[in-house]
């Protein structure tokens, strides 16, 4: 069973998940889809054409607009900014300008960060809070800064990997994983 605060909007047309949590003001617009047990935080928006996989955790105040998809097990961070279109003006409508942006499975977004619209951030990777982020995001890849820059590799579990011989291992799950050219991915079982 799901639950929705008093406080809460959802418009008819929405789709809610088993399990899913809607907190304090949130509104959810027609045509949105959350999946199971996601949670919204306070003040959260969803758009018109938003995609949440299972498990997706949005923390407060945070506006998913047309065309953001997040994947299964996504986390975004207090007050981070998705957009939608590339060169925004009151007095212009573009909303057939709308990009895609395409949240994997696992990435964690942190606070106040800001993703630019037609990027995709790949599977487990972590984007650190303030960051703003231009272009694309390899999988388990970690990127800081304005505009964000890789600063390093996460393993699934987000910890900072250290690669000796292009090998590392996560400290917390033992799992392994090697570089391949620009790439990390986590080793066969």
């Known amino acids: 069973m799901s639950f929705i605060h008093p406080s809460a909007i959802v418009d008819p047309g929405a789709s809610i998940g088993e399990g899913a949590k809607i907190w304090h003001f949130c509104h959810v617009s027609p045509g949105a889809v959350i999946g199971e047990n996601c949670?919204?935080?306070?003040?959260?928006?969803?758009?018109?054409g938003?995609?949440?996989?299972?498990?997706?955790?949005?923390?407060?105040?945070?506006?998913?607009?047309?065309?953001v998809v997040c994947e299964d097990d996504v986390f975004l961070g207090p007050s981070m900014v998705f957009t939608n279109v590339i060169n925004p003006r009151s007095f212009v409508e573009r909303k057939s300008e709308f990009r895609q942006t395409l949240v994997k499975r696992g990435a964690s977004i942190g606070a106040n960060a800001t993703i630019v619209c037609g990027t995709t951030l790949g599977a487990y990777c972590l984007v650190g809070a303030g960051a703003v982020v231009t272009k694309d995001v390899p999988d388990y890849a970690l990127v800081t800064g304005i505009p964000a820059r890789q600063a390093g590799w996460v393993?699934?579990?987000?910890?900072?990997?250290?690669?000796?011989?292009?090998?590392?291992?996560?400290?917390?799950?033992?799992?392994?994983?090697?570089?391949?050219?620009?790439?990390?991915?986590p080793l066969a079982d």
Do not use: W
């Not at 949670?39 to 018109?48: C, R």
């Not at 407060?60 to 047309?66: A, D």
């Open 39 to 48: 949670v919204l935080g306070q003040n959260v928006f969803v758009a018109n």
């Open 50 to 67: 938003v995609t949440l996989g299972r498990g997706v955790k949005v923390q407060n105040n945070v506006s998913l607009y047309t065309g």
């Open 155 to 185: 393993s699934r579990l987000g910890h900072r990997l250290s690669f000796e011989d292009g090998k590392a291992i996560c400290p917390e799950s033992g799992e392994g994983y090697i570089l391949l050219g620009e790439r990390c991915m």
